[in-house]
């Protein structure tokens, strides 16, 4: 696949896939006899994982740690899963720190629903929260 085709069937930037490649958080991608980049299986799947750690709130300079890892060999399975874990932890937090926010918003939601239905905003359900 050529860049253009990874970006538009995976909805990332040319130049982001660029410069994953150029700062070391994907591996080189497989080039052309002329020296098109030319996606292969194996080059998808670094671009996947790379969206995947980005999503999950990962930096670029953790791509770049886990790629580094991963070039070394299996003696790194420890760190990548540590790496791994700790970035799940820290996704896990946000969630419940979203939860959280939804169930707010969600209570609101339904006081003003409520109080749409009634004509009136009961003072016992603004004091409960703000």
Do not use: F
Request: charged share 35%.
């Amino acid at each position: 696949m050529t860049i253009k085709e990874v970006s538009e069937k995976y909805n990332i930037s040319s130049d982001t896939l660029r410069y994953y490649e150029h700062v070391g958080a994907i591996p080189p991608v497989t080039r052309t006899a002329a020296g098109t980049r030319d996606y292969r299986e194996t080059d998808i799947a670094w671009v996947k994982l790379a969206m995947c750690l980005r999503a999950a709130g990962c930096t670029v300079d953790v791509l770049v740690k886990y790629r580094k890892l991963n070039e070394m060999g299996d003696v790194t399975i420890p760190d990548r899963l540590k790496l791994l874990t700790k970035q799940r932890e820290e996704l896990t937090e946000r969630r419940r720190q979203l939860d959280e926010t939804i169930d707010v918003l969600n209570y609101k939601i339904s006081t003003y629903e409520t109080a749409v239905k009634t004509g009136k905003l009961e003072w016992t359900e603004r004091k409960k929260k703000t």
